[in-house]
């Protein structure tokens, strides 16, 4: 069964359509992130599943349930799903117990605050008032405070996107090995290509109001259907090839496998930096003509005989290549 599902949903504002037809299934106790850059209708995928915009075609099914489309309506409030916005958006006036029972029944509300307190890591933090929290402990006291009412799913609006980089990696985790435990179906919604990879089940990129694809995180980043998507998702090297009738493709660097038939009018290879490894050596012709340094790994600029320029990523060690050294090429799983 699918926690979420939308099928041919358009959706805009006054008479401006956004989503343009989007197709998306979420499975039931899995973690989805909707990926795009700012203005391609993530905000709006997100306020047509939670009930906040009636779509003008399509249906909108939550935990089996239709919620939108044919004729039916369900308002938010009857949806059974939770949202954690952007900056939590916590009541100033209410404690943190306050924040996360709002909305509960008298008769259950301390138990099921002091159940998801120790959840999120804030046992004994009941008390305590919005502003004295970080920004982390904030996110997580919204988290729980969706999850408080047991939602069939729960929406999260680029809830990280505020919190400072040392922060950012430590608290999504947090979050969602909380998901996890609770078995909550959820949608992410970001424009953070690295969040997206690292921690979704699936990945759905849209593209001006579009699911251009959707598929593993691995699956998506390694076989996109388009240059724009492979562009989009990270680093790439985008070679001019020419088909061959086994399937596989010729370019400047050999014969590689083709895993995803691009449509276009002209072949293209397209090979991440990490697929890509070079080795100091004098004879070489290929040369490296810039690096860039990022800690844990750099990233070459290396350019080859024929004057085409590529790109590869190796892990910071001792002996990497630099400027100027002429290396060897090796093509990782070609």
């Given amino acids: 069964m699918s926690g979420i599902e939308l099928v041919g949903v358009r959706a805009g504002y006054d008479g401006d359509e956004v989503l343009h037809g989007v197709d998306l299934a979420v499975p039931e106790g899995t973690l989805t992130a909707v990926l ?33 489309g044919s004729g039916t309506w369900v308002p938010p409030e009857r949806r059974r ?80 996107s505020a919190l400072d980089v040392s922060l950012r990696a430590s608290v999504r985790t947090e979050v969602i090995a909380t998901l996890k435990q609770c078995g909550t179906t959820a949608v992410l919604v970001t424009h953070d290509q690295d969040e997206a990879l690292s921690c979704a089940d699936e990945v759905a990129v849209l593209r001006d109001g579009r699911i251009v694809q959707a598929a593993a995180p691995r699956d998506i980043y390694e076989r996109p259907v388009d240059c724009a ?68 790994d750099v990233l070459l600029s290396i350019q080859l005989p024929g004057g085409q320029q590529i790109k590869s990523r190796m892990l910071a060690a001792t002996g990497t290549p630099v400027a100027g050294d002429a290396v060897e090429l090796q093509i990782l799983g070609g």
């Fill in 36 to 68: 795009g850059a700012s203005g391609c209708g993530k905000s709006t995928l997100l306020r047509v599943t939670a009930g906040f915009l009636r779509p003008t075609a399509g249906e909108v099914m939550v935990a089996g349930r239709r919620v939108a």
């Fill in 81 to 160: 799903v939770g949202i954690v916005p952007q900056e939590g958006a916590l009541f100033g006036h209410l404690d943190v117990a306050g924040n996360i029972g709002f909305g509960l029944p008298r008769r259950d509300r301390a138990a099921r605050v002091a159940e998801l307190l120790e959840m999120i890591g804030l046992p004994g933090l009941g008390k305590a008032r919005p502003q004295e929290l970080s920004g982390g402990m904030a996110q997580r006291v919204a988290l729980a405070r969706a999850l408080a009412p047991a939602p069939d799913v729960v929406l999260l609006d680029e809830p990280f």
């Fill in 229 to 296: 998507l492979a562009e989009f998702l990270g680093d790439c090297n985008l070679l001019p090839a020419d088909r061959r009738a086994d399937g596989s493709l010729t370019c400047v660097l050999g014969t590689l496998p083709a895993t995803v038939p691009f449509d276009a009018a002209e072949a293209m290879a397209m090979l991440r930096p990490e697929h890509v490894q070079a080795a100091p050596r004098t004879d070489a012709d290929a040369r490296v003509t810039d690096v860039s340094y990022h800690g844990h």
